[in-house]
């Protein structure tokens, strides 16, 4: 990437001249993170080494465990279990999702998170860490502020970078840029990333998107599973199912386009098994995603220069877990075609969605040059 792509440190951080604070003799670690509502992304390796070290997902979620746990039912006798084993305890222990709508709602438990992840990358605590965060597009100040917050005392040194910018940088394929015939995401590409909290429809054309660049939907698969749970609700009064349950069935059934019925899902009430009729029920939740998205990516379509429009209608990418909704695809497609937009071509990320935005940060990492980096102080 070049240098220009980079952001400029923001003056109300503190920004310390690194000369006055490298500790020559201490490793460097560089590490690319994608903070997500639902999972977290970190890819990690020393400064200068060519291969990633560390390559981890893990969901974005702290246990704490209950008063009164007997001894031997949490492994260590642990007092705060992350990720996958707090899911896992969910019965001993408060679980806390430190994120909400893709912003930090909930620091301390943020903080130990971070806290988790630095043990992940650096064992030993001894090393420099320097850590490239993404950040919802629109973040306000007062959200960078937060992770900013989040990350002190944890990572020396961080860069914040919009996530759909760092989306496409980690979606690139660096061998191929030099073939003729590669349209490189980063010089021209329009990305939609629906992810749990947020989905956000980004314009990229080569820099940092600005504020006219990007739309930001509060409304994506968190929202789904609010649709479904309510209409099944109201179709099987008393069903006890749980948001989680309700999520896993959204995730086995997603579609959008034309209603498919029947599709029968098999749940336990009351310890019963019960086939739910719930074609209709899951179509219409996410159609109304696609609703909710499509002007989005019109307006932004309007707002490309007519230069760079129709490359960029070659171009449109969807990335993020909702991604995986069978049919966004075409049905997006055809949509934009038969409202006479030229010859569209939406694609999907593919199976590896999870990784592009810990990947563009981490590229992002070995790209930024010393006097980029921020100090986060305590
Ligand atoms: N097969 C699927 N069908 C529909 N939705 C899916 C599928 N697989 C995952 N999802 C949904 O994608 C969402 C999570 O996406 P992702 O991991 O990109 O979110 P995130 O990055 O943690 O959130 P955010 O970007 O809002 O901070 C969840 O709502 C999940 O249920
Ligand atoms: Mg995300």
């Known amino acids: 990437m070049t240098t220009a792509t980079l952001e400029k440190p923001n003056s109300s951080t503190p920004v310390v001249s690194a000369a006055t604070v490298r500790k020559p003799d201490r490793k460097v670690n560089l590490v690319g993170f994608d903070l997500g509502t639902n999972k977290s992304c970190i890819l990690a390796s020393q400064a200068g080494a060519t291969d990633i070290a560390l390559s ?53 438990a943020a903080g130990d998170f971070f806290r988790h992840l630095r043990i992940l990358v650096d064992p030993s605590g001894t090393a420099e860490l320097r850590a490239v965060i993404g950040v919802p597009a629109n973040a306000e100040e007062e959200a960078r502020e937060n992770i900013r917050g989040c990350a002190a005392g944890v990572f020396d040194r961080v860069l914040l970078i919009p996530e759909p910018f760092l989306a496409a940088l980690g979606y690139r394929d660096d061998s191929r840029l030099n073939q003729p015939n590669y349209v490189d995401p980063v010089t021209n590409s329009l990305f939609v990333d629906i992810g749990g909290g947020t989905s956000d429809v980004c314009l990229i054309q080569g820099y940092f998107p600005s504020r006219d660049d990007q739309i930001c939907i509060a409304f994506a698969g968190d929202a789904i599973d609010g649709l479904i749970q309510a209409e099944i609700n109201r179709l099987y009064p008393g069903n006890g199912i749980s948001r989680q ?118 590229k992002a990492a070995r790209a930024a040059r010393e006097n980029q980096w921020q100090h986060v102080l305590d």
Do not use: W
């Not at 008063?67 to 001993?92: M, R």
């Not at 695809?329 to 075609?337: F, G």
């Open 56 to 108: 981890k997902i893990v969901p974005t979620v702290v246990g704490y465990v209950k008063d009164g746990i007997v001894d031997g039912i949490i492994a260590g006798n642990a007092s705060i279990l992350y990720g996958e084993d707090a899911l896992k305890n969910f019965l001993h222990v408060n679980l806390v999702a430190p994120l909400e709508n893709g912003v930090v709602a909930h620091p301390e």
């Open 245 to 362: 349950t309700v999520r896993e069935i959204k995730e086995a059934h997603s579609y959008v386009g034309a209603i498919r019925k029947p599709t029968d899902v098999k749940v336990i009430i009351g310890g019963k098994a019960r086939m739910l009729e719930l074609g209709e029920t899951i179509g219409q939740a996410c159609n109304t995603l696609l609703d909710r998205i499509y002007p989005a990516l019109t307006t932004l379509i309007t707002r490309a220069s007519s230069d760079s429009v129709v490359q960029l209608l070659q171009n449109i990418v969807i990335t993020g877990g909702g991604s995986q909704i069978r049919g966004i695809d075409t049905v997006l497609q055809k949509r934009l075609a038969d409202d006479g937009y030229e010859a569209p071509k939406v694609r999907l990320a593919g199976q590896d969605y999870k990784r592009y935005v810990a990947m563009g940060a981490y």
